[in-house]
Structures are given as C-alpha cells and as structure tokens.
C-alpha cells in the first residue's frame, strides 16, 4: 500500500509558518502599543502632579516667576501628550494592520489544509477501490478453482 503524500505539503508547512510569524509580530505589536500606553499614562501623572504641586504654592504666595515656569511646564507636558497620542495611533494603526495580515494568513492556511482533507479523502476512497478490486480477484480466483 502507497503512503499518502500531499503534493502541496511544502506550501502548507510555508503558510504555517507565515501565520506563526504574524502571530509572532502580532505580539510584538501589541507589546509595543501597551508600552506607549504606559508612557502617555506616566505623562499624565507627572503633568497632575506638577499641577498638585502648582495648585499649593497658589494657597501660599506665588511668584510671577513660578507661574512662567509652570506654564512652560504644562505646555510641554500638553504636547508630550498629544505627541504621544500620535505615537499610540500608529501603533494601534500598525496592530489592526498585523492583525488583517494575520487573518488573511490563518485563511490562506485554512485552505490549503482543506485541500489536505479533500486530497486524504480522495487518497483513501482509491485505495478502498483498490482493496475491493484485489477482494474480487481473490474470491472470483477461488469461485473458479472450486
């Protein structure tokens, strides 16, 4: 009996191997998105607390001084967050993207493992065909010998 070879095997092995890539830089994404998450979270906190920290001078006295650099500190913390704003819509841009290529793998994948089963199936059938002819031989031997 013939072992049975999927003549496209070696495009399935490359198409897992392509999803597993996908799921890998899937990962990496998202890991990187959480990370510049982290970053605009930790700007908001420092930017609160230099507002904390500005709000109980102003119960005390305040210097014009104070308040030039305070300004100067909440501008720069606004546009560190809206720059890191930026840099999680990118990313987050760059997950959905991964994610699409990620499907359209998982899909690819999907079909040729398909056309396996329909190949194992077609595969098994013959050599069903094959058995019950070489059965028929045998018993119509037998039937003439007797």
């Given at each position: ?22 799921k ?30 500005f ?36 990313a ?9 290529e ?36 045998i ?8």
């Amino acid at each position: 009996m013939a072992k049975f070879q999927f003549r496209l095997n070696n495009v399935l092995n490359i198409k897992e191997k392509f999803e597993e890539q996908k799921k890998m830089e899937l990962y990496q994404a998202n890991q990187a998105l959480n990370v510049e998450k982290e970053k605009l979270s930790t700007l908001i906190k420092l930017r609160d607390k230099n507002n904390d920290i500005f709000k109980n001078k102003v119960e005390k006295t305040v210097k014009i001084r104070d308040i030039r650099e305070h300004n100067k500190t909440c501008d720069f913390y606004n546009k560190s967050i809206v720059g890191q704003n930026d840099e999680i819509e990118k990313a987050s841009n760059q997950v959905d993207t991964i994610r699409s290529e990620l499907h359209m793998a998982l899909i690819e994948k999907k079909i040729y493992e398909k056309l396996k089963d329909h190949a194992l199936e077609q595969y098994c059938m013959e050599q069903n065909i094959s058995e019950q002819k070489v059965v028929d031989e045998i018993v119509s031997y037998k039937y003439r010998v007797q």
